[in-house]
């Protein structure tokens, strides 16, 4: 992923990789693919927000290859429309100068279409300090059905984000990450787990031997990952919400349901007040 945004041929390779994985999904049938956080540019904080003492400043934007960075994520939509597939993809998007850009997540429809982006809400401490500003709102689209939200990166560390998109009953979470870090995956599992709902979780390549890319299964499981040999791969799944899999099936028929219900007010009416065996808890 490109580190300088004002490196042009960088910048259209970084979208080439892209198309080039677009046509080999297309291919294995699949009708959403997911790139990481920045697939077309993820600025390092020493080339776009350092002094020159070394210590970091406010990013020069002004600096970026923005019609570089546009021309790419046409094309992209383009060739989704091409090939009937929707695309979701990292990037940054520039506002009003001076407010600092967005990193975000666009999503394009199987019509070529952007039809929504979303804003990366929490930030890193450098992210918000000198690079970005934060989006605002959570971000639900559909495919073929399916309830989809997105996320990025830093923000599976923030559990109500995700409690939220279980409550806006999504079937699946894009989580995109530009981060060599093995935790964050199990975050990701602990979500399927907690949430009984798909997990998207994709990575940089370079970062694969730690834990590549793949899809989180409701209960937990990966349904597939790409190989932890630092190149570009494709993970491939169907999600079903009829699946036969036992453990799929318990998630989203049984676990979920439970939860929410639970969760709803199941035990208001069988609280016991006034009862000193309950009352008191400094007796066996």
Known sequence: MPEDPTDQGALRAAGQEIRTLMTEASKAGARLVQ???????????????????????????????????????????????????????????????????????????????????????????????????????????????????????????????????????????????????????RVAQAYGTLYCYWVGYAVPAQFSATVPSGIVAPGGRWLAQCPPDGAPALAVADIDLDSADPDIGVSLRHARPWRRLAQGGLYKDRLVAGDPRSDIRTSF
């Open 35 to 185: 790139f990481p956080e920045g697939a077309i540019a993820y600025p390092s904080k020493h080339v776009m927000a350092a002094g020159a003492d070394g210590n970091p400043v406010p990013a020069d934007w002004s600096r970026a290859a923005w019609d570089v960075v546009r021309e790419e994520a046409r094309s992209i939509a383009a060739l989704a429309g091409e090939l009937r597939l929707w695309t979701a993809f990292g990037s940054l998007h520039p506002l009003t100068p001076p407010h600092r850009p967005h990193n975000s997540l666009f999503v394009v429809s199987d019509r070529g279409e952007l039809v929504a982006r979303y804003d990366k809400r929490y930030l890193s401490h450098t992210e918000v300090s000198y690079l970005y500003t934060p989006g605002r709102e959570p971000l639900v689209f559909e495919v073929d059905g399916f309830r989809i939200g997105c996320a990025l990166c830093v923000e599976a560390n923030f559990p109500p984000l995700f409690a939220e998109y279980e409550r806006l009953g999504v079937d699946c979470v894009l989580l995109s990450v530009m981060v060599d870090d093995a935790p964050r995956a």
